[in-house]
């Protein structure tokens, strides 16, 4: 007889928020799996924040079913309360108090918890243990949040934006013990509008935009999505209008979709040892000068943009 699988970490159904006119989330539905590390993402503006902290129980959602380790906020929040970790996307700690007194607050909180000595340790912030909070850097401000976070031992772990700002070092490192909070079992709800991270870190990852999902899959599952390997973005100079449209690209042996934003060309491959040749004769053919030519292997950031027809950066 096999065993029941665990219940859900976080389950959400029928999500919306409205702030006046503007629908920050709007029927949003996710699950969590229990031992998990779940990726919101999205840009800014697309309603993961809002999301997050009606799970976390800062905010009240204007209609839907939010059930977090199978509890309720609305019977549960002192439990509750004990069996998170949350870093917000902004923390504001006292600058006058030094690392290891923030986290020894942070741990009176709890009940029960992690020692403080080896929390400073897990993030990384020993040699900084008698710093002011006012004299960290940028990268260690955000690790000392981190260790706020985990101090209480918690079962789930909600991370908004936790590399937002950070310089790319800074990024690797909060990687890193995001790693290693995952593999100790931990279930870890992270927001953030770099794809990279996404595919580096999260089992699972829902792109979220204009308050809906609009995709969710593991990484591997959702670049597969596109049914191309590699993309191609090209330019060409001086180009006169017309000289190039999306059907004549599609056309072209390899090439599976084209799109043009801000007269910059990009072509969805199947294979670059086909569709690059071909665009180079395409293109000696049309007359046209090539200007620019990159390719990429196909990421998260192009599910996006070909689901939404836009850049992350653009938005």
């Avoid at 504001?92 to 909180?109: D, G, Y």
């Avoid at 403080?116 to 340790?121: A, G, S, T």
């Avoid at 991370?159 to 990024?171: F, I, V």
């Avoid at 100079?237 to 043009?260: C, F, H, T, Y």
Wanted: hydrophobic letters at 40%; one cysteine or more; glycine letters at 10%.
């Amino acid at each position: 007889m096999t065993s029941p699988s665990p219940a859900p970490a976080l389950r959400v159904a029928g999500l919306r928020k409205a702030y006046g006119d503007v629908v920050a989330v709007d029927g949003l539905e996710l699950t969590v799996a229990a031992g998990e590390c779940f990726g919101l993402l999205g840009p800014n503006g697309a309603g993961k924040t809002t999301t997050i902290e009606i799970c976390e129980g800062l905010t009240e959602p204007d209609a839907g079913d939010v059930e977090v380790l199978g509890r309720r906020w609305d019977r549960d929040e002192r439990a509750l309360r004990e069996r998170l970790g949350i870093q917000l996307q902004e923390t504001q700690l006292a600058e006058k108090l030094t690392v290891e007194e923030t986290v020894r607050l942070f741990r009176s909180f709890y009940a029960r918890g992690r020692a403080v000595d080896e929390v400073i340790d897990v993030v990384q912030l020993g040699e900084k243990r008698s710093a002011r909070v006012g004299k960290l850097s940028g990268g260690q401000k955000q690790r000392l949040a981190l260790a706020c976070a985990i101090v209480g031992d918690p079962e789930l772990l909600f991370l908004d934006e936790p590399t937002t700002g950070l310089d790319p070092q800074s990024r690797r490192q909060l990687w890193d013990l995001i790693v290693e909070l995952r593999a100790s079992g931990r279930s870890v709800v992270l927001t953030t509008h770099y794809m990279d991270e996404a595919e580096r870190l999260c089992d699972r990852v829902a792109i979220v935009d204009h308050g809906h999902v609009i995709a969710l899959g593991t990484p591997r599952e959702l670049i597969a999505s596109l049914g191309a390997e590699h993309v191609v973005e090209f330019t060409v100079i001086d180009a006169p209008a017309g000289s190039l449209s999306v059907e004549s690209l599609q056309a072209l042996n390899g090439v599976k979709a084209a799109r043009e934003h801000g007269g910059r060309w990009t072509l969805e491959v199947v294979e670059l040892a086909r569709a690059v040749p071909a665009l180079l004769a395409d293109l000696s053919r049309r007359g046209l000068t090539l200007g620019e030519l990159v390719t990429h292997s196909a990421t998260l950031e192009d599910v996006f943009v070909s689901l939404t027809g836009r850049q992350l950066r653009d938005v």
